[in-house]
T-cell receptor
Framework: NAGVTQTPKFQVLKTGQSMTLQCAQDMNHEYMSWYRQDPGMGLRLIHYSVGAGITDQGEVPNGYNVSRSTTEDFPLRLLSAAPSQTSVYFC?????????????FGEGSWLTVV | GDSVTQMEGPVTLSEEAFLTINCTYT??????LFWYVQYPGEGLQLLLKATKADDKGSNKGFEATYRKETTSFHLEKGSVQVSDSAVYFCPNTGFQKLVFGTGTRLLVSP
């Protein structure tokens, strides 16, 4: 089972560049989300989606865009990278929005902005 | 509103020691409770869960019992191994998202 697949695993960007972190899940999950993890800050929710065509902001959405054109894919776009966006990014999915469902995480994308 | 409080780390143990990581909750009802684990360089993965009061979740030698009388869901393991070194999360449940916080780092030395 592939589960949640994120690419790339490692990326170095220059300030001002844009890029897209890809996320795909093969479990037919309705709910997908993006987190960033920083030392001492825990996981913080960036954006989430409750189904194809529906997205919403999480706790730290500034500087990021998302779209959900299919159930499987939920890419995260950095519009103009800043050093403050250096972080580890995790994509996650679950069957539905019910908070009792298990959340499945990708393996993470390590992003450095110089 | 509902909330979960998890003990801060790091927790440092020797191999074969007994582990407890505390997690207490406040809730008007009985939400599902979880423990997730993050091994170095990996994403989070579900360790165990309990969906109602008095349920016991268990996996890989870890256990946690959903105790409504003490509003707790403490994570325990009788004999930890070096390979258990990781960050453990008891997330706060909420509509549409779980709030994971910083977790508790466990360091097990040989």
């Amino acid at each position: 089972n592939a589960g949640v697949t994120q690419t790339p695993k490692f990326q170095v960007l220059k300030t001002g560049q844009s890029m897209t972190l890809q996320c795909a899940q093969d479990m037919n999950h309705e709910y997908m989300s993006w987190y960033r993890q920083d030392p001492g800050m825990g996981l913080r929710l960036i954006h989430y989606s409750v189904g194809a065509g529906i997205t919403d902001q999480g706790e730290v959405p500034n500087g990021y865009n998302v779209s959900r054109s299919t159930t499987e894919d939920f890419p995260l776009r950095l519009l103009s990278a800043a050093p403050s966006q250096t972080s580890v990014y995790f994509c996650a999915s679950s069957y539905s929005t019910y908070s009792g469902n298990t959340i499945y995480f990708g393996e993470g994308s390590w992003l450095t902005v110089v | 509103g509902d909330s979960v409080t998890q003990m801060e780390g790091p927790v440092t143990l020797s191999e074969e020691a007994f582990l407890t990581i505390n997690c207490t909750y406040t809730a008007t009802g009985y939400p599902s409770l979880f423990w997730y684990v993050q091994y170095p360089g990996e994403g989070l993965q579900l360790l165990l869960k309990a969906t109602k009061a008095d349920d016991k979740g268990s996996n890989k030698g870890f256990e946690a019992t959903y105790r409504k009388e003490t509003t707790s869901f403490h994570l325990e393991k009788g004999s930890v191994q070096v390979s258990d070194s990781a960050v453990y999360f008891c997330p706060n449940t909420g509509f549409q998202k779980l709030v994971f916080g910083t977790g508790t780092r466990l360091l097990v030395s040989p």
